[in-house]
Each structure stands twice: as C-alpha cells, then as structure tokens.
C-alpha cells in the first residue's frame, strides 16, 4: 500500500488540503481564497475565512481520492512563515485530526515547500530560486547544506506590493493578475529602480507610482512601468546569483511566477547564459497544500519524526533556518 500525505496549506489568503503520494503523484489538491473587492488581506477575515471551509477543503481532497482519513500516513502542515490567524486556523483542525485519528504529523516551512514541488514539477536538480509571491521576495540556492538567502526584499515583498497599487487603485486583492491584463495596454513611465547590492527595495517605487497616478497618468501605463522596473530588477539580481554561484539552473516559484512577463524577462536572461530556464505550472505557482504534502514526505520519510507533542506554528520561520536534510541524505 503507497504511502500517502494530507497536506494543509493556511498562511496567508489560501485555505487548502491536498493529498500525495510518496512518488510524488498528486491524488487531489482542493483550495479556496480569501478575496476583497477593495482593500488587502485582513488577517482576523482570512483566518475566519479559513475556519469557515477547512472542513469542506479537508473532505473534498478525501474524497477526490478517493480516500478516508483512515487511508492517511502522514498530516504535513503550513507552520510558517505566514500571518498567525490563518496559521493557527490551520494547525487546530490538523492537530484534531492527528490525535483523533493517531496520524503522525509534521510541520513544514511554507517557503521550502515552494521549492521542493519547483524541484518535483521541472526535474531542475540545482538551481538559483527566484522566489517571488506577496510577502517573500527572495534569490535562494542550495549550498552548504543549506537553502540559503542571497538576495531579499529590503521592504515589502514584490506580490504585496502590486497589491499595495492596485489597492491605492481601486483594483481590489489580490491585484497582480488585473495589473498584468492592464499593462498590456501600457507604456514606460519612468519610476526609481533600487538595487542594493543583491537586495532589492519595492515600497518607494510604490510611492512614486501612486503618486504618478494621483497627478493623472493613465493607470495602464504605470501598471506597464512598474512590471518593467520590478522584473528588471529581479531579473539582474538572479543573474549576479547565477554567476555567484556557479548555478546553470533557473527556477521561478510563488504567486508571482505566474506573470508572463516575468517569465519572457528571466527566460531571455538565462538564453544568453546558456543556462536551462524553468517555471512552476501556473496551477501550482500559488500557495497550495499539494506543495506542503510532498515537503511532509520528504521530511518524514528522512527523519522518522512524529511531532504531535511539540508542533507550532512559526509565523517568522526564515528559509535559511531550517536543515533540508532530505536533501543532503540523497546527496551523501
């Protein structure tokens, strides 16, 4: 009998359960999202939001797998990093289930989840991620045993702050699918582009785009503008990590990594390197539990751990804390 994985997904707007195989076959991935016509995630709403469906997400994995929850090995759960309301409204209902139902559990970093399913989706064995979603905008690779940071956001992450304009702009949340349909339309404007060193810096270009948009330039052309400036940016600081590196691999992960010309602009720079240039399916390119199953699998499977009496959620969990030794026991 294949061992199998219910994943939970829960740190932000996204609410889902997915469940996986050990191979990693994804049986069912089910998710619903917390929206807003106007304003940004309020993270009291998306939790209730979150406590409102979780039963119904839960089941309806179970049952486009045609599973029972007696049919599980392993409950792998989001513990951060994330925003503690929607964090919590999912490790209740995953404890629950542990206990009632004597599953062992284990608790995953959302950020290394991302890469793990990057990794499982594309075969890239190596390479520099560009992780890029609302709140996390990091350059990650693997060295030393270790996922390490090489480049991050100095402010806000690059999705949030999309959303920051869309919302000065009355596009409502989340806003980066409707700025990309609007700059199509668009033309450059010229906005500050902030580089420091391998870090990157969104929140004055924002307010400089806002303030463009209160002086009447056309919404279209500063959506244009500020996709241009951002990518551009994450673009140079992904090649200066390629070439750090010594990487021949490109792997674009998170929300963000669904915008078009963010993948045109990557997939051109990595051709010149003559290094291999991948993306995540748009469908898993968000936050999704199938992500937090497979990442469960893997820790399990390596490190045998049952953390029912000692799992929490860690809203602040940094990526280069963890030690992915999944990694390093198929490397040794």
Not at 130 to 152: C, D, L, P, W
Not at 227 to 246: I, L, N, P
């Amino acid at each position: 009998m294949k061992f199998k994985c219910l994943g939970i997904e829960c740190t932000a707007h996204t609410f889902g359960a997915s469940v996986v195989e050990e191979k990693g076959n994804i049986l069912s991935e089910v998710r619903d999202m917390y929206t807003t016509e106007k304003g940004g995630i309020i993270p009291i709403d998306a939790a209730k939001h979150h406590k409102e469906v979780r039963d119904k997400i839960i089941n309806q994995a179970l049952k486009d797998a045609k599973l029972t929850i007696k049919g599980i090995n392993l409950i792998a759960i989001s513990k951060g990093p994330g925003l503690a309301p929607c964090l919590l409204a999912g490790m209740e209902i995953a404890k629950q289930l542990s206990k009632e139902n004597n599953i062992p559990i284990t608790g995953i970093n959302h950020l290394c989840a991302h890469l793990e399913i990057g990794k499982l989706f594309t075969k890239a064995k190596d390479p520099v991620f560009v992780f890029v979603s609302g709140a996390n905008t990091q350059i990650i690779a693997y060295e030393g045993k270790k996922y390490r940071v090489f480049g991050e956001t100095l402010s806000i992450g690059l999705g949030n702050a999309l959303d920051k304009f869309a919302r000065e702009a009355g596009l409502g949340f989340p806003g980066g699918p409707k700025i990309e349909q609007l700059a199509k339309n668009g033309k450059y404007i010229k906005l500050p582009y902030t580089v420091k060193g391998m870090d990157v810096e969104f929140s004055g270009i924002i307010t400089e785009a806002i303030k463009k948009l209160k002086q009447g330039n056309k919404i279209e052309d500063l959506c244009f503008s500020l996709q241009e400036t951002f990518f551009a940016m994450m673009t140079e600081v992904t090649e200066r990590a390629m070439a750090h590196c010594d990487k021949k691999e490109a792997l674009l992960i998170g929300g963000v990594a669904a915008n078009k010309k963010f993948i045109e602009m990557l997939g051109i720079m990595c051709k010149e390197r003559k290094a291999k240039f991948y993306f995540v399916p748009i469908k898993y390119s968000g936050d999704n539990a199938a992500m937090i199953a497979w990442n469960g699998i893997l820790n399990y499977k390596t490190n045998k751990i049952n953390e029912i009496n000692t799992i929490d959620i860690n809203p602040r969990w940094r990526i280069d804390e963890l030690s992915p030794n999944w990694i390093n026991h198929i490397h040794d």
